[in-house]
């Protein structure tokens, strides 16, 4: 009975010992995949940051690239704003040339109207001068001949009185 006991107590070792032999290989066999599996996982994390590190690279070029448009951008404001300033005042250059031609055009037809004004003046004055000539001429041509035309001695011929 007592080997029938310890038979017994040692078929249930065996079995225990069978079974944790099982647990055993189940345990290195899931080992083997927690390894694999930690090792995927880790070159995962490794592509991860490597694709981090180039991401971060690229939002530092970008930093750089909307600080460097930051800065066209307020140098451009500047000039527009430069810019105004100068449209501003040629817009009033303009308009007080603008005026200014307005002005001289005014004077043109006013002076153009004097021209002719006194283009017509000179004309009268030369009309004037020609008839005022012609009076010299007379007084001139008279004072030559004897101022008594009418008993003169040619005058009375020319009109047979003789």
């Known amino acids: 009975m007592l080997s029938r006991v310890l038979k017994e107590a040692v078929f249930l070792k065996e079995l225990d010992i069978e079974q944790l032999e099982a647990d055993l290989t189940s345990s290195l066999r899931l080992q083997d995949v927690m390894i694999n599996e930690i090792q995927r996982v880790q070159g995962e994390l490794s592509c991860i940051t490597h694709k981090a590190k180039q991401l971060e690279l690229q939002v530092s070029k970008k930093d750089e ?23 501003k005042t040629v817009t009033e250059e303009r308009d007080l040339s603008w005026q200014e031609a307005k002005q001289l055009r005014r004077n043109i037809s006013i002076m153009q109207n004097e021209v002719v004004s006194l283009k017509k003046k000179i004309e009268a004055l030369d009309e004037d001068i020609l008839l005022k000539e012609g009076q010299i001429t007379i007084l001139q041509d008279s004072i030559e001949k004897p101022f008594d035309i009418i008993c003169s001695p040619r005058s009375m011929r020319e009109f047979d009185m003789e």
């Not at 690239?65 to 449209?87: C, P, V, W, Y």
């Open 65 to 87: 690239a909307m600080n460097e448009i930051q800065h066209d951008f307020q140098e451009s404001a500047k000039e527009l704003a430069a810019l105004r300033g100068t449209l």
